[in-house]
């Protein structure tokens, strides 16, 4: 199976997820936007709507798409808009990009459970969309914190 979350910078949120248990394989990428096959350099201009994105494949019998939510919901904040840390811009948004309409019911119960618990005093800004085309990044963004001994 196939998810796409958008949380910030990508390097961060696909270490993330490719160390948990259940995801087989990760890629970051662009999607969300106008331009087809965009660059990094064209989608840091914050001018095609793209966002930097992390596409896993994974396995329902190891993990649930609500149990990658959790782990979506909990590595970033959802109630900031267009900006995670010091990374500004719409590319850096937080959203979801379902697959199918299994996918959507799933993240809208889990948003508005996280709005409801209120952990967060302010509004969860959380895009939850359709998932169009994903443009794989250039291959020096992939995996990198791996690549760099960060991981």
Known sequence: MKATFGAGCFWHVEDLLRKTKGVKSTQVGYIGGKLAHP?????????????????????????????????????????SLNRQGPDVG????SAIFFHDEEQKKIAQKSKEKLEKSGKFQKHVVTEIMPAPEFYKAEEYHQKYFQKHGLS
């Open 90 to 93: 719409n590319q850096y948004r």
């Open 39 to 79: 660059t990094y350099e064209e989608v840091c201009t914050d001018t095609t709507g793209h966002a930097e994105a992390v596409q896993v494949e994974y396995d329902p019998n190891e993990i649930s798409y609500d149990e990658l939510l959790q782990v979506f919901w909990s590595n970033h904040d959802p109630t």
